[in-house]
């Protein structure tokens, strides 16, 4: 082989993509990160950001700025459309191509809709910076919506909100909502009462939060209703539209469903054709390479791996350790040694819930409430890249806390200029 | 007349509107604030949201929650579309109209290109939070498309910015984008060298910050070329396109052309029916009422107004006063008594230009460099409206000053996706 540096390239700056490319740095190789977008996202605290609680920049920091000391890596801001797998090349939106040597794909994943793709259009999900403040805008408006609307009827429908979907992001957004419209918007309307809104979680599963124990799913389910949610479980949504939403025999109107409840791999795994699970991950072999092409890896959310006989779950740390354990198996080849298998270590799950509310399960602690919220607080924060981000993001929620307030309820975009959709 | 509470309603929500809002508080009227926004914006700042220090919510706070306590104020969300002056009536956006018995128009100014509409494509303007979030993604993009040029002549021009307009806004964009180039990219990239690129501020005029004296106009000029930043004086822009500019005989190939220059009154003054200056602001009497309409009065930056025989300058102290004084006129109109004539107070005048580089022009104290800089500072901290943002914004500052780096450089939307046009 010749001297040149074998060229390792990552699509995806989530955390599977950034942890292998700072797991790469003393690495005899030279890399290019490819994202569509110039951030990393800190996509735990994204819900955040759509309830006005955060800036959107202070959960995202630039991947050039993040890599910008490690010499062997080049950032690229691009669109990769599709995968050669024959030629080790990747075609970019931009109509260059770029060959590799080694490949990671980890672009994550989208919303999915079951077969109801009509269904984006009136209920928007929570991905990506965009979409989040897509949300917050849809959300703010709502209430101003009810505050010029006369009619009860259509009132009542602005002031209706569902969250479909009983996860981790639902939970999230159902609780932050109802204290939005309890505490932060009090005495702020002449016309509603922002109190009156009402705000459903659906989940058509038996309980919420089900990766937890039942018992934590409870505790989450009672400390949501304290917080003024209503939790429906076991009635699927049936239909969608701009007018309401179907639930088992009632259809409800309410102008704002927001789509928490399914997600499906980014289309770019398709190009690979390589088998799919059905929400279109790559079944990777243990050690996160894709059968027939051990020069391409998958790490993220875009893969499905097993892991002592248990899937390994798309949550932040899962993407770390893939991340990490696919560089290795890049250096093992590079050295002609046998890669090893993944091994997901499970340090527990920690679930958000609202205003001092939260569950966490580590092991065999089980903890909810005021303590279980700041250990959920303690770990996210610690964990937000960039120390900026940090102390500011611990500003804000001292802030928000103290006063119920929270500092980023700006509408973009004017009244008459760019009105919503009505949906 | 009946026992029913005068009905005043004021258009805009900057500082001249807000301002007379605050101090009807305790009058015996009903206040409805209209604004197409659901903020109030510090303007002042809002070219740190250009350049990416601060986040858009660092700089606006809702207007009802600004007014929450305020028991004889409704905000609206809402776009006035013209004025019926003759029924004492305002169309609305939405197909509703609003009677008033007392009007002010406080709606502001937008871009003018002296004749040259087509420009506006090539060369924004910055007045608003959406185009300053438009102008940032522009810059970070600009940096990005010079990475992946290979073409030395099509890189170069991503390279080349021009700042059109050479008063406090141009300054303060100038002196920051050099900055930025010099030091926040510092080693981010790999293909280009940030700080070659060259940042131009172009003032038709004979001199930079025309409104300061002639001693403190060459400081400032010194100190943005000792930040690297080229000033051009005396010889105006007379073309602009998607491929650069054209300045007295040389066409200078740029990407990015940023318009800082002309300032028109908003279009709504013009459904008055009444005499309007050259920027197209309503020409006021001496108590800021309009004439023939004593129930009507215009303030902020829409009002063309001589105080002590010199025009009123279009600037947040100015607008604060208008607001205040149109308040104390409609008290006197209540009360049966005349107004008194609006007198401008000039507490001085301050304009930024980079880091550590201002200059301070109040009474006989004029200053420059260091010194103005933190003088400059704390006046804008502490005109921010807001507890949170205050801090925020001082801890976004302090971090920038230290690290040289910026808070907020989050390109939105991804690069296959939204494309920002080639220009």
Do not use: C
């Not at 909100?161 to 702020?188: M, S």
């Amino acid at each position: 082989m010749s001297a040149r540096r074998p060229h390792v390239v990552i699509v995806g700056g989530g955390f599977a993509g950034l942890w292998a490319a700072r797991a790469l740095a003393s690495a005899p190789v030279r890399i290019t990160l490819i994202d569509r977008r110039n951030h990393h996202l800190f996509q735990p605290l994204l819900y955040q950001v759509a309830t006005a609680g955060l800036s959107a920049p202070d959960i995202a920091a630039p991947l050039r700025h993040i890599l910008r000391r490690q010499a062997n890596v080049e950032v690229r801001l691009a669109d990769v459309t599709a995968v050669d797998a024959s030629a080790r090349r990747l075609h970019l939106g931009d109509a260059n191509a770029m060959d590799y040597d080694y490949l990671l794909l980890a672009t994550g994943a989208t919303h999915a809709y079951f077969g109801h793709d009509e269904w984006a259009e009136h209920a928007p999900g929570l991905k990506t910076l965009d979409d989040a403040l897509r949300l917050r805008r849809h959300l703010l408006v709502a209430f101003e919506r009810a505050e010029a609307e006369s009619d009860p009827a259509r009132r009542a429908a602005w002031l209706n909100f569902a969250i479909v979907g009983g996860g981790p992001t639902g939970v999230e957004l159902a609780g932050t909502l109802a204290e939005i419209a309890r505490h932060t918007l009090k005495n702020e309307f002449r016309n509603i009462d922002p109190g009156e809104a009402r705000v459903r979680l659906i989940e058509a599963g038996p309980r919420v939060l089900a990766s937890f124990p039942e018992d934590l799913s409870e505790r989450a389910r009672r400390q949501l209703e304290k917080l003024g949610v209503e939790v429906s479980t076991g009635v699927p949504v049936t239909a969608i539209s701009d007018a309401g939403y179907q639930l088992g025999d009632s259809f409800v109107p309410a102008r704002t469903v927001v789509w928490a409840a399914g997600v499906a791999a980014s289309p770019l795994a398709r190009s690979l054709g390589v088998p799919l699970d059905r929400a279109g991950r790559v079944i990777v072999q243990a050690d996160l390479s894709v059968p027939g092409h051990p020069d391409i890896f998958v790490g993220g959310d875009l893969a499905s791996v097993q892991s002592e006989g248990r899937p390994v779950p798309g949550v932040a740390p899962a993407a770390k350790q893939m991340g990490r354990h696919i560089a290795a198996a890049i250096r093992a080849r590079l050295a002609g040694k046998p890669s090893s298998p993944f091994r997901y270590r499970d340090f527990g799950n920690l679930a958000t819930i609202g205003r001092m509310a939260a569950v966490v399960h580590l092991g065999r602690l089980k903890l909810s409430g005021l303590l279980a919220w700041w250990f959920w607080l303690a770990a996210h924060v610690f964990f937000l890249i960039g120390f900026r981000n940090r102390l500011v993001v611990l500003l804000n929620w001292a802030w928000a806390y103290w006063s119920y307030q929270r500092g980023a309820r700006i509408i973009f975009g004017a009244a008459g200029e760019e009105e919503p959709p009505d949906q």
